[in-house]
């Protein structure tokens, strides 16, 4: 690997390739790693540069070639016992390391809890600049624009990252992820070695997960979510039999979570979940801009609300007004009856 002329050297420095950070979860790619990449690799082709990524941890070595099918050409990984675990220190010293030895003047990762954390770090580290949260990225002549949403997603702002390299996390759902091509070719490179134990200051003791069966909101294809309007947790007992009729998940607002009815895990929106499920139901929630940007993504969006000048009901799709305690039933049994006619 050739060594990187200087960190924080602006767009008129010499150009080079965009760099990857393709986070696991359970040993496998993450699903927001395809969109990273397809980010990656609309950027690499038109400026005709290559990618190259890093994957850290437990199922690395696996993950290698698929991250190849995916669209990159060089992937470094290790599953050396040190990655297993997110330990910031530890793994921002080797992505840190990995960046100042190969020639890279884009990072790239998901906006995941991980990447959040990881992406200041390693701007900071390099002397570079960051963005999070990001949609799009794009080259202007030699500058490097990214485009993100602000005003609770009501607008895009689109800045212009002066300092290279320039680190970069992606919104989750805001792009179409790759279909992985399992014909092409590139390389994968074992960078197994003992993490810097110096620069450990501190370790993760123990990790606690809630006990979670049937498919995660981000995934599922029918969502109902409650608000304040839902009245309680005895309201989400509710939603939760209108859900198991649909084959759905159930979600909150923040106001629903912040009130104790719903765990955090449940909460769509700017600093909740980001989902774009076919069907969104959205029961005794009054549509915050907040809120919208967790969902508005939704191809179809039922709201239920008992005023009719709710702010849900100018970004949904379908609209009823009432009391969500009277409709819900009725909904249920109309559902089952369809299913048992058919
Ligand atoms: C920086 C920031 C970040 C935020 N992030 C998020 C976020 O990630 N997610 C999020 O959700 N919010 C977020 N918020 C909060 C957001 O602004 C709203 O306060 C919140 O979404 C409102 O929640 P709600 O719709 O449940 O409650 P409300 O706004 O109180 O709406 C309740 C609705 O229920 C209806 N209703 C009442 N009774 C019934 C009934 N019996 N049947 C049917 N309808 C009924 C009412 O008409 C009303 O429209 C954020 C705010 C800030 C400032």
Known sequence: M???????????????????????ADGKL?????????????????????????VFGRGAAAAGPQMIAAGADTVYVTDSADFVEYQPDVWLAALANV??????????????????????????????????????ATIDGDKLLITRPCYGNKARSIVWLKKLPAVVTVRAKSRMPVEP??????????????????????????????????????????????????GGPEGFRLLESLAQTLGAVVGASRVA??????????????TGKTIA????????????SQHMAGCGGAKTILAINMDPQAPIFDEATLGVVGDYKELIPRVIEEVRRLKADS
């Open 99 to 136: 960046v100042r030895q190969s020639p890279v003047r884009l990072v790239l990762m998901g906006h995941t809890n991980l990447g959040a954390d990881l992406a200041p770090r390693l701007a900071f580290r390099l002397g570079g600049a960051v963005a999070t949260n990001c949609e799009a």
């Open 257 to 270: 979570c912040d009130l104790g009815w719903c765990p955090l895990s449940m909460q769509i929106g700017l």
């Open 277 to 288: 499920p076919d069907l969104y139901v959205a029961v005794g929630i009054s549509g915050a």
């Open 30 to 54: 993450a699903p927001i790693v395809f969109e990273v990449v397809g980010l990656a690799r609309q950027m690499a082709d038109s400026m005709q540069e290559t990618i190259r990524a890093v």
């Open 181 to 230: 091509d399992p014909r092409r070719v590139g390389e994968v490179m074992d960078i197994a070695r003992p993490a810097d134990q110096a620069s450990r200051r501190s370790r993760v003791i123990d990790r606690r997960a809630y006990a979670f069966e049937g498919p995660q909101l981000e995934s599922a294809r029918v969502v109902v979510a409650g608000g304040r309007g839902v």
């Open 2 to 24: 050739g060594e990187l002329a200087s960190s924080g050297e602006t767009m008129e420095g010499k150009p080079s390739s965009i760099l990857v950070l393709a986070e696991l």
